[in-house]
Nanobody
């Protein structure tokens, strides 16, 4: 059973930074696409970024490029999302997600992710 546990959410003023972490098992992080999604009230869920075991990171939300960094710590089985220059429009529930990666899978967040964490709230005030 794949388990994902997010941490690191909170409230911050515009321009501030937060780091989200997603902890899972060694088996999961070494065989699955790992991704961060977010969903703001009244909006559709949006793929933010993904990464897989060899460290290939991809950012899918144009609004976060240059501000957010996804990384993977294989020693601690953790995927992190470093968020800088946060803006009120970044306010959302952030979710860690995983799916088993097949050969050639680029971990596109438009594809189905089977496993989800409970989410962590990020609130950015102006």
């Amino acid at each position: 059973q794949v388990q994902l546990v997010e941490s690191g959410g909170g409230s911050v003023q515009a321009g501030g930074s937060l780091t989200l972490s997603c902890t899972t098992s060694r088996a999961t992080i070494s065989t699955h696409c790992m991704a961060w999604f977010r969903q703001a009230p009244g909006k559709e869920r949006e793929g933010v970024a993904s990464i897989y075991f060899l460290g290939k990171a991809t950012y899918f939300a144009d609004s976060v490029k240059g501000r957010f960094t996804i990384s993977q710590d294989n020693a601690n089985n953790t995927v992190s999302l470093q968020m800088n220059s946060l803006q009120p429009e970044d306010t959302a529930m952030y979710y860690c997600a995983a799916r088993r990666r097949s050969y050639g899978d680029t971990c596109d967040t438009d594809a189905y992710f089977r496993y989800w964490g409970p989410g962590t709230q990020v609130t950015v005030s102006s």
